[in-house]
């Protein structure tokens, strides 16, 4: 039981490039999120999903986009990327049933634009 | 909308110290409260949760109350130890009457450094 995963660990990206940061969780939870952590700033949610094929955006969207073809998988993509876009993301899951709300979060992803 | 403020850090220790990390917060309905640690370079962990008012949350050493008179959840443990030097953040996930508010909202976190 892995848990959450994700991938990479570490990207560069140059300013107008894209990338998908990859998260997959093995707990068949049905929330997932994409989380932002900016440094003093704590985390700021950017989209999250209540299931395959429903998502929807969390305080700071912009520039992200989401998918969830499946249970397990939960890409964020970056389509242009921004120097503002530099931070570590996580990504997080959960069960939302019988008032259980505690999210499980991956290793995160830091990512540098220049 | 819902908030949390938690103490401003960075607090210093001495191994064996008595630890506080205040936190308050505002929210509609009865949100449930958490603590999660994030240990350097990795990612947040869950430390402890209380789902509803006076219920206290414990793990490794580590204590908060659900004030809902005082909108607080403190954390607290009695003696700590090197290997507690991390970054904790306080949480909340907001209900209502209806059932369960996913989202977490989090504090800006408080780093703890704790020295032999």
């Known amino acids: 039981n892995a848990g959450v995963t994700q991938t990479p660990k570490f990207r560069i990206l140059k300013i107008g490039q894209s990338m998908t940061l990859q998260c997959t969780q093995d707990m068949n939870h049905n929330y997932m999120y994409w989380y932002r952590q900016d440094p003093g700033m704590g985390l700021k949610l950017i989209y999250y999903?209540?299931?395959?094929?429903?998502?929807d955006k969390g305080e700071v969207p912009n520039g992200y986009n989401v998918s969830r073809s499946t249970t397990e998988d939960f890409p964020l993509r970056l389509e242009l990327a921004a120097p503002s876009q530099t931070s570590v993301y996580f990504c997080?899951?959960?069960?939302?049933?019988?008032?259980?709300?505690?999210?499980?979060f991956g290793p995160g992803t830091r990512l540098l634009v220049l | 909308g819902d908030s949390v403020t938690q103490m401003e850090g960075p607090v210093t220790l001495s191994e064996e110290a008595f630890l506080t990390i205040n936190c308050t917060y505002t929210?509609?309905?009865?949100?449930?409260l958490f603590w999660y640690v994030q240990y350097p370079g990795e990612g947040l962990q869950l430390l402890l949760k209380?789902?509803?008012?006076?219920d206290k949350g414990s793990n490794k050493g580590f204590e908060a109350t659900y004030r809902k008179e005082t909108t607080s959840f403190h954390l607290e443990k009695g003696s700590v130890q090197v290997s507690d030097s991390a970054v904790y953040f306080c949480?909340?996930?907001?209900?209502?009457?209806?059932?369960?508010?996913?989202?977490?909202?989090f504090g800006k976190g408080t780093l703890l450094t704790v020295n032999p």
């Open positions: 209380a789902t509803k008012a006076d």
């Open positions: 999903s209540v299931g395959a094929g429903i998502t």
């Open positions: 949480a909340l996930s907001g209900r209502n009457s209806g059932g369960s508010n996913y989202k977490l909202t």
């Open positions: 929210a509609t309905g009865y949100p449930s």
């Open positions: 997080a899951s959960s069960y939302l049933g019988q008032g259980e709300e505690t999210q499980y």
